[in-house]
């Protein structure tokens, strides 16, 4: 039986640390020479990761490559972090 969890509550949130971007872009796509349209920072190490609606989508792949659940946006004027795991805002 699985029990449901309270609304607005995601288990993934303990993984949220106190970081800061290590790059002023996606960190692949600077290596790679491609272009992202926004950038997601991940909060658990502080990779910047380009966004799903980028051609290349590093900041998912991050997520799923190293564990790393939640993202925040890093666009100018928006205040949302994101569990890829749960895919819900937390």
């Known amino acids: 039986m ?31 020479g491609t272009r992202w349209l926004h950038l997601r920072l991940c909060l658990s190490c502080g990779h ?3 966004c799903d609606s980028s051609p290349m989508r590093h900041a998912r792949a991050h997520a799923g490559v190293h564990g790393h659940p939640i993202v925040a946006s890093l666009e100018p ?7 890829y795991v749960d895919e819900v805002l937390v």
């Open 77 to 83: 004027g928006e205040n949302w972090r994101w569990c």
């Open 48 to 50: 910047v990761g380009c």
């Open 2 to 32: 699985t029990v449901p969890r309270p609304t607005g509550v995601d288990p993934h949130v303990s993984w949220i640390r106190d970081v800061g971007p290590r790059t002023r872009g996606c960190e692949e796509c600077l290596r790679m």
